[in-house]
């Protein structure tokens, strides 16, 4: 089976696959109606017969036997220019850039006009080695010496602006001091594609090994997933996720979910399939990962799916396919989960992310904005570069830009990913050769750096008992009281919410029989960086005596108008009360020691006065509903801060009556 890393990463380990059937006989009838015609130039019969045994050898797709017979002619007659052809065009064929370079300069040494689509290949060889100024020179003689009705004519002109692009690029290099991440992740065989939590405490990865399978114990490459979790910033052992999430088949490219509790991937050739390659769904339990399973229509077709990013607030799931309707070949796709718990029919990028080339591992952070993806279809360094492009809004994305150099360079680069906070990348790369391809983290620099996201990681107990609690939660924005999740926790309680900067958020979690609670977090404006937020959420059981703070109502200043973003935690106590008909409450007003403490107090009960008769104005009886101002007698938190003051600024809710027995 063709490996995920081949898959995801295209012409990384199928170029030669991709050459056997389609490049090679058009090459070959390229090359050889050009020099048929004429007599071979050596004089060598020693020679002439490695050469022909070679090219028959080639034809054959024997390469490696070809590439002996074809060094054996040249060895024996430098000056064979047609065996040198054949070497060169092998060479480049098979990934030997340096062995191609040599043989190409010879050729052209010898006749620089005896094969003018050489100088196409010689200029594909300098461009992969990162010599732009030499590949640049060929190609421009290329297309001055051939034809402009050239099948290859426009490739080479994309080449030229390329070269352009990278040799601009070199000259302004960004920052880049890429680290290895040592070898509690990395082994001599393959690591890539990492994934990572919101709160950068665990990775997940595909990590490639040599197996021996069937009765025969023949090698193959088995493909499977690998996580390690970091403790006081050190990253433990990576660990085999084990079965039934790796099978005998291949699994990789993968996205995590925030909290890390469950994930998309993607799994190729497999009985369930629908395609080459499929997206797959699995959740994490106390006993591991679960088997995956097939997402299927409309998401998986009989095309190939791959390579998934899930948005932090869940609702977008974004893929890579060759499906019909895009604009090249590889597109990247987009699909909405739904209120029927289902995910949409997948929607095009449009031709503002997508191009006629290939678009690769997309990444959307957790900000929910920014698209990080690789491409080849735009000006780029060689083969895949990695862009950047944010959201403008719901529809449309900014024009890309490429990250510049030395992150890309003239080889492929795919697979990026950005911590929440948004100063860290992670990304695969064969660095050191003789270690294989492992993981590395570097410094984002600021240009290309997302928004940073925060997050609030707690756990939901009962608070009188201090068991855990299977709870909902969701998350609104405050400033146009748009609500922006709604999730659960997981059996045990635990939840994981991203909190984008720019903006204000509520927070409210919530379970049957008991109060809910309400946090917010003010994080408009500017933020180089956030702080997390992580607690333990406690909430009251629906019992007389209990009682909680509504921290998302709010009140103009010095007054007790109530503001708009006020409406979803007070539609919440409305909610609530009309599920509960027994329920008889205290609303509580609280202010901070700004002002005197008779003001405080009649404001605060003006307040109290002001949120009963809005939930008397939605349907609930009055006689259910008392009033108390508090003013500043009972904090919560330090006044002596800005910060304590405004948490103090509050709205609390006591339950006096639950009319049951």
């Known amino acids: 089976m063709v490996n995920i890393l081949t898959k995801s990463q295209v ?41 022909n045994e070679g090219k028959s050898a080639y034809n054959y797709v024997n390469y490696g036997k070809a590439e002996q017979l074809l060094k054996k002619a040249v060895d024996k007659d430098p000056g064979f220019i047609e065996a040198q052809l054949l070497l060169a065009e092998l060479s480049r064929d098979i990934r030997n850039f340096r062995q191609a370079e040599e043989a190409y300069r010879q050729v052209m040494a010898l006749d620089s006009v005896f094969f003018i689509p050489a100088w196409y290949g010689y200029g594909r060889v300098q461009f992969v080695l990162g010599n732009y100024i030499e590949a640049r020179s060929s190609f421009s003689y290329y297309l001055e010496k051939t034809g402009k009705d050239d099948s290859n004519r426009e490739k080479a002109l994309k080449y030229i602006e390329d070269c ?46 040599i197996v021996r399978r069937g009765s025969l114990q023949r090698q193959a490459l088995q493909e499977d997933f690998y996580y390690s979790y ?70 998986n077709t009989r095309h190939w799916e791959s390579q998934p990013s899930l948005s932090a607030d869940k609702s977008r799931l974004f893929f890579v396919s060759n499906r019909p309707g895009g604009y090249g070949g590889m597109d990247i796709w987009v699909s909405y989960f739904g209120d029927n718990g289902r995910w949409s029919e997948p929607v095009n990028l449009g031709d503002s992310i997508n191009t006629p080339g290939d678009e690769m591992s997309p990444f959307i952070h957790f900000d929910g904005k920014t698209l990080y993806f690789s491409s080849n279809g735009r000006p780029c360094m060689g083969g895949f570069d990695i862009y950047i492009s944010r959201m403008i809004n719901d529809s449309t994305w900014s024009t890309p830009k490429n990250l510049g ?108 029989g008991y109060l809910f609670y309400s946090g917010n977090f003010m994080l408009q404006g500017e933020h180089s960086s956030l702080e997390p937020f992580e607690k333990t959420v406690y909430l009251s059981p629906i019992k007389a005596g209990q009682q909680t703070s509504l921290h998302n109502v709010f009140f103009a200043l010095d007054s007790w108008k109530l503001r708009d973003e006020s409406i979803p935690e007070l539609k919440k106590l409305v909610s609530l009360l009309k599920s509960n008909p027994g329920l008889v409450i205290e609303i509580g007003g609280h202010t901070d020691s700004t002002g005197s403490e008779q003001h405080n107090l009649l404001l605060s009960g003006q307040r109290a006065k002001s ?30 801060t800005e910060e304590g003051k405004r948490k103090n600024r509050r709205t609390g809710v006591r339950i006096l009556e639950t009319g049951s027995k």
């Not at 009886?621 to 108390?628: D, F, H, I, T, V």
Request: net charge negative; charged share 20%; hydrophobic share 35%.
């Open 230 to 299: 970091r403790n006081n910033g050190v990253w433990s052992t990576a660990v085999n996720a084990g079965a039934p999430l790796n099978t005998t088949y291949n699994e990789g490219a993968q996205t995590l979910e925030a909290a890390g509790s469950y994930m998309y991937f993607t799994a190729c050739n497999r009985e369930d399939g629908k395609g080459g390659c499929d997206i797959y769904y699995s959740a994490r339990s106390d006993r591991g990962w679960k088997k995956g399973i097939n997402i299927n229509a409309p998401v």
């Open 164 to 209: 352009d692009f990278a040799i601009n690029a070199v000259k302004r290099p960004v920052e880049f001091d890429p680290v290895n991440m040592g070898e509690a992740i990395n082994t001599t065989a393959d690591e890539y594609w990492p994934a990572i939590t919101a709160d950068d405490k665990m990775l997940f990865f595909t990590r490639q090994q």
């Open 405 to 512: 150099y030395p992150i890309n360079t003239q080889a492929d680069e795919i697979g990026m990913i950005v911590n929440a906070s948004g100063s860290t990348a992670y990304f695969s790369s064969r660095v050191n050769p003789e270690k294989g391809r492992d993981l590395y983290y570097f410094d984002m620099p600021e240009s290309i750096r997302p928004d940073p996201v925060s997050y609030f990681k707690g756990t939901v107990r009962d608070k009188l008992s201090g068991r855990k609690l299977e709870s909902k939660y969701e998350l609104i924005n405050l400033d146009n009281s748009e609500t922006v999740m709604i999730s659960s926790t997981n059996r045990s309680g635990d939840f994981l919410v991203c909190l984008p900067a720019g903006n204000n958020y509520g927070l409210n979690v919530s379970s049957d």
């Open 611 to 640: 949120v009963r008769n809005y939930l008397i104005k939605n349907g609930i009886s009055a006689e259910r509903l008392k009033y108390k101002g508090y003013g500043e007698n009972e904090p919560l938190f330090d006044n002596a």
């Open 11 to 51: 012409y990384e380990n199928t170029m030669i696959t991709r050459i056997k059937y389609i490049l090679l006989p058009v090459l070959l009838l390229i090359a050889y109606q050009a020099v048929s015609s004429q007599e071979l130039h050596t004089k060598s019969n020693m020679a002439l017969r490695y050469y």
